[in-house]
């Protein structure tokens, strides 16, 4: 199956750029860009007007997207925990890549599992390359991050769900 859509554009950015502003990247706009870029970069598909809600979900669901709306919801816990067992922000970035463009693609209409996880995974490896840390935890799992933390253990004061200001800022005016 070819994913590539006719009008998708000839690759806008180098490995070496997404590499570098993943590394680089400074909160969930930064990397919601990169995922936005490389969604288009490989599939010439791209959505605007998402939104995006931290809260505390179980362990087990890094975040979801409610079809029919521009929402996605990312796991606060799962983040927290990551950004507490890391100190590498390169790592952080990339686990939070793989939720957000998993999400993505659901809100692009590619709703079946295993067909999000398969472009993911060729997503991740044509913008990053084989040995980058999101084309490795696209080819297993995030949840490898927590290989030496049971599931379990991970608990979260349950704080109200919180909007992300300025997540997708807007590339225009509109005049009213």
Do not use: Q
């Amino acid at each position: 199956m070819i994913y590539r859509k006719p009008e998708a554009t000839k690759e806008l950015f180098t490995v070496e750029d997404y590499c570098s502003r993943i590394d680089k990247a400074e909160g969930f706009s930064e990397i919601w860009k990169i995922v936005k870029d490389s969604v288009k970069d490989f599939l010439g598909e791209h959505r605007v007007g998402m939104m995006l809600f931290l809260d505390d979900l179980p362990p087990r669901v890094g975040a979801y997207h409610p079809l029919g709306t521009n929402n996605i919801v990312l796991n606060r816990t799962l983040v927290d925990t990551v950004e507490a067992i890391t100190k590498s922000k390169r790592l952080v970035n990339a686990f939070v890549y793989s939720l957000l463009i998993h999400e993505y693609l659901h809100a692009l209409g590619h709703i079946p599992e295993t067909e999000v996880r398969n472009l993911v995974y060729k997503i991740s490896k044509e913008c990053f390359g084989e040995d980058h840390i999101v084309t490795r935890l696209a080819e297993t799992t995030p949840w490898v991050l927590f290989k030496d933390i049971p599931l379990s253990n991970i608990k979260a004061a349950k704080s109200p769900m919180e909007i992300v200001k300025d997540f997708e800022r807007p590339n225009r005016m509109y005049m009213v």
